[in-house]
């Protein structure tokens, strides 16, 4: 199973950047599939998870109203859209896929950089 994450980079306060993780190797629509992300110093921090048909999404108190997830089972693909970007939401970002939400997360993806200047 491969899950790589895309889209990071430097961008300004107020700015916005679409993350993508493309999934390999396991049946995507059988998955929810969340975002976390890590600061350095700092834990992980749950972002959002949107469930298999993607019906349903949840997201941190931090990013609600500013981040939306979705997901293209045809393409394996969720995204992550953010907006309103500030200096706080400078981390890592990975992707990780579940069964379902009584389950721990099975899979876990490389990260992608996002840095939001001031």
């Known amino acids: 199973v491969q899950l790589q994450a895309s889209g990071g980079g430097l961008v300004q306060a107020g700015g916005s950047l679409r993350l993508s993780c493309a999934a390999s190797g396991l049946t995507f629509g059988s998955y929810d599939m969340g975002w976390f992300r890590q600061a350095p110093g700092k834990e992980r921090e749950f972002v959002a998870v949107?469930?298999?048909?993607?019906?349903?999404?949840s997201y941190g108190d931090s990013v609600k109203g500013r981040f939306t997830i979705s997901r293209n089972n045809a393409r394996s693909t969720v995204y992550l859209q953010m907006n309103s970007l500030n200096p706080e939401d400078t981390a890592v970002y990975c992707c990780?896929?579940?069964?379902?939400?009584?389950?721990?997360?099975?899979?876990w993806g490389q990260g992608t950089q996002v840095t939001v200047s001031s």
């Open positions: 990780a896929a579940r069964r379902s939400a009584i389950y721990e997360y099975d899979y």
């Open positions: 949107i469930s298999r048909s993607g019906s349903t999404t």
